[in-house]
């Protein structure tokens, strides 16, 4: 069905993409892959938050969907460079 309405779908694992720090450049490493003794820059705060190291607050499901984006970025061949903060930390809101 994708690919009838043009659509590149890619299938990827989730490991540790809700604990890194996009907006860090946190390492995002497949599972049982994490390197040992390393610690993840931000973290969750509260629900439906992230705080980045430099206390940067941004909602957590964005940050997650930014991080899977970076593991599946150089199978699609993309430039995450044009990704900014204000994608995370000011999202826009759509109401029905």
Do not use: H, W
Request: proline share 3%; aromatic share 10%.
């Amino acid at each position: 069905m994708c690919q009838q309405y043009g659509i590149n779908y890619v299938e990827t694992e989730e490991a540790y993409t809700s604990r890194a720090s996009f907006l860090d450049g946190d390492l995002v490493p497949a599972f049982g892959e994490r390197p040992e003794g390393y610690k993840f820059s931000g973290k969750r705060t509260k629900r439906g938050e992230y705080t980045s190291k430099k206390g940067i607050k941004c909602n957590a499901d964005l940050n997650g969907s930014a991080n899977i984006l970076v593991k599946v970025a150089t199978r699609l061949g993309l430039d995450l460079s044009q990704i900014g903060r204000g994608c995370l930390t000011q999202p826009v809101r759509f109401y029905a």
